[in-house]
Structure formats: structure tokens, C-alpha cells
């Protein structure tokens, strides 16, 4: 079925332009966006933004109305209608913008396995990898005539790491411009990239700095590479175990997205964490129950250190108390607020 040439205001879709269609992230959206099939009372369609030397061309009014919709863009442009086709953006109700590079691989041959990947160039190209594509894609929403919802990725660690034993959780309201930390560092710039959407105040675009915490799945993240070490008997805790642990599902991360694609009170910094953060320790143990599995062998700070260096200190033996103040007062509800239950949705799902 093809769909007739109408502007975007008159489209019977609501459309999302989206990057990082594919990594962890992107993948749960699109199989939520499918499962609910509708935002804002209008089908959903997804049009995957694949970076490119050149803009491609596309009036997506013209194209089938399927959910595999690709774009090319360019997000090294000069100019808005060199980053992304004017046209195609007219046509869309938001960009989702989830791509940047993997904080926890390095770029060595070890880099995989995370052993001390933060070098200079890794961090280099964590920061590049999000201050300039959020950057374009902010100048894109900012040249655009219609209001847009611009969704962007950022990370809890926007609060530092010292979140340890007995401390308050924090929410939104709290002031991270003096947070210590490399990815306190990333994602202040991370954030600041986004402002010439918000600045663009004539058209009222809504600008949203989605701060994750770890998503719960054994398709990637955490929890993934902490799988076959922990069903093979060799969990425990890792260096304390005090450490705050601020989490959240696969599934209510994804269905946290649609909730605020469809919440235009939404705005700013949002947590999107599980209401009940925990420690390493009740990690440790909830995985260890959820697989019936020891977990008796402990990762010391000093072990930590030697290995994983700078990212070990700030990722492993490190934490963060978040909480989802602005989505729980925008009414969303939890699925899975426990540790336990982010487990077991992610031992269940496939996402």
C-alpha cells in the first residue's frame, strides 16, 4: 500500500525518525512501537536514519507506508539540508536519536572484553560520537519549520559515581554541573549539544535528554556479558557491592519512550531508571536466584583497577541512585520496578 502525497500535519501517520535502530536500545523501541502500533491515535511508522556521506533525497509520503523505512544522512553537513533531506523531515513527528559509541569496549584487541578501554582516543571518539551527531541533528530540528519532538539519549552518570552504602537518591531536579566523573563529563556535553533545538523557540520544539540507566538484557549491556560468567558459577559481588545499581527493563524502557513520545509535558532531563534502585550486592543475588547459581566468587577493587582501569572505577565500582521522578508524576507505570522482576522480563523476553 502506498501512501498519497499529503504534508505531514495531514499524514494519517505518526512517524519517527530513528537512529541507532539497531544497537540494544533501537531494537526494544521498534518491537514496542510495533506492539502498541499506534502513538498519539495515529499508526506508527519508523524510519531508520543510516549515516552517509550524503543526504538521501526521500519524500516519505511517496515511499510504502511499511515499518522498514531507511534513510541516509549526513551528520558531518554544514547546513541543515546537507545533514538530513528537508523534505524527509517535514514528514516527521520525532527523531529519536539513540546512536553513539559503546562506553564499556575498548578499541584495542582486548577492547571487547572491556580491559582498560579508556584511552585517550576511545574517550575521544565516545564524546565525538554524540556531541556531533546530537549537534546536527539538533540544527536539523532547529531549522524545521513544524514542531518536533527531539528525543536524545544521555546516561544517569550525568550524577557521578558516588552513589555508595547509604546515600539519597536523586531525580531531575538536582544540578549535575559540578558531578565529577568521565561520564558526567559525556553526558553534560552530550545534553549541551541538543540547545540549538532548544533555542528554537518560535517553533516550540520539545527537546527530551533521556538520561538511561543499565537495561536489563541478555541481549546486550550489563547484563548480557555478566550472564554466561554468572550461569557458569562464577558471580559475586564486585568490589564492595554497596554500590548503587540504578536499572531498568528492556520492555519499560521501551514502552518509557512511547510514553513520552506521547507526553508533551515531558521534557528536559527524564530519568528513565526502575523506581527502586539497588545495590551490586542486590544484583548479585536476585541474577544468582533468577538462575539458580552460586554466587560466591567475589571481583576485588583492586582486580577491578588493574583491569579495567579508569571505566572499572567509574562503571563497576562505582554507582549511581537515580530515580524517575518525571515519568512517574507524567503517570507512567512500571512493568518491572524491582531488580527481580528487570531480570526475569529479560530471562523471558527476546528483546
Known sequence: MTTSKTSSDGSKYFTVGLTGASGLVGTALRDELTRQGRVNGKPVRVVRLIRSDQPEQKDLNAVDDGNDITLKWNPKGSTANEILSPEAVASMDAIVHLSGENVATGLGPLGFAGIRPWTDAKKKEIIDSRVITTKALANVVAASPKPKSFLVASGIGAYGDNFIGDVNAVDESVDISQSKGFLAEVSRLWEEATLPATKASKQKHRVVNMRFGVVMSTKGGALAKLYPIF??????????????????????????????????QLSGPVNFCAPQPCTNKEFTEALGKAINRPTLLPLPEFAVSLLFGEMGNEMLLGGTRALPGKLLKSGFQFEHPTIADAIASALKENI
Not at 562464577?234 to 507526553?263: C, K, M, N
Open 231 to 264: 550461569f557458569l558459577g562464577g558471580g559475586g559481588l564486585v568490589g564492595s557491592g554497596r554500590q548503587y545499581f540504578s536499572f531498568i527493563s528492556a520492555r519499560d524502557h521501551a514502552r518509557a519512550i512511547v510514553h513520552t513520545l506521547e507526553s508533551k
